[in-house]
């Protein structure tokens, strides 16, 4: 029985990562230090199946103290875009999930060394998080440079389906924003063909960055291959 088959006698089939590896290179002895001192303060409670198997909704005020509005980033990579974020807007609050570890590390470090105080980290699948946020909580999602999945059968890998676009429609506030940035023109055209249906409108799509881009190392070495950024905007709609 192929996989496929599987799923569809299973009411709760495997989850595909959308994601790929979970660890690469050995860690320096500074980023293993920034994951042991400095993660369990900044990691939100009550998002893995291990802290809430009865995935009981949070509040995100608990992770923040306050009611501020929420972003959250899908993989934020080596972390330059969510301090950057985090900085520009300390009025806001915004959760990172990312299960590349070494990307984990790497966002620690750059926490320490900004000084920012209105960040929270998930070194996890996004989906973990949706699965416990309460409807209408976020107000600006972030999908910066995604795992491309080039071959074709691994398409439905790629964030921009379903399986994760509803789970994300669910928790946006209306009016929310979603932004996407990636180098890959057929991760357009994926994106501009399913987000709209799981209940967003198209804002803009562009190759002039947003006014609070800051250019990510994974945009540089797109750039110094000769592809060509692509910038979408998403509205959830009311």
Request: hydrophobic letters at 35%.
């Amino acid at each position: 029985m192929s996989d496929d088959q599987k799923s569809a006698f299973d009411p709760n089939p495997p989850r595909r990562n959308f994601y790929g590896r979970r660890h690469g290179k050995t860690l320096r002895q500074s980023q293993k230090g920034y994951l042991s001192e400095d993660l369990g303060d900044l990691r939100p409670r009550g998002i893995t199946v291990q802290d809430n198997p009865d995935r009981k909704p949070i509040n995100p005020a608990d992770i923040f103290g306050d009611d501020r509005p929420v972003w959250m980033e899908v993989g934020f990579g080596g972390g330059e875009h969510m301090v950057h974020m985090a900085h520009r807007y300390p009025e806001i609050g915004i959760i990172g999930c990312e299960p590349f570890i070494n990307g984990v590390a790497m966002l620690l470090g750059k926490i320490r060394a900004a000084g920012v105080q209105n960040v929270s980290v998930h070194p996890g699948d996004a989906r973990d998080l949706m699965d416990v946020l309460p409807d209408a909580s976020l107000s600006r999602a972030f999908l910066m440079y995604p795992d491309p999945w080039p071959k074709a059968r691994h398409h439905r890998r790629r964030f921009v389906t379903p399986e994760h676009l509803l789970p994300l429609a669910r928790v946006m506030k209306p009016g929310g924003e979603f932004r996407v940035a990636t180098d890959i023109p057929d991760y357009v055209r994926q994106t501009l063909e399913e987000v709209p249906p799981a209940g967003f409108d198209l804002i803009s799509e562009t190759g002039t960055p947003w006014d609070d881009w800051i250019s990510t190392r994974y945009e540089q070495k797109a750039l110094r291959e000769g592809r060509v950024p692509h910038y979408v905007t998403f509205r959830r709609k009311a």
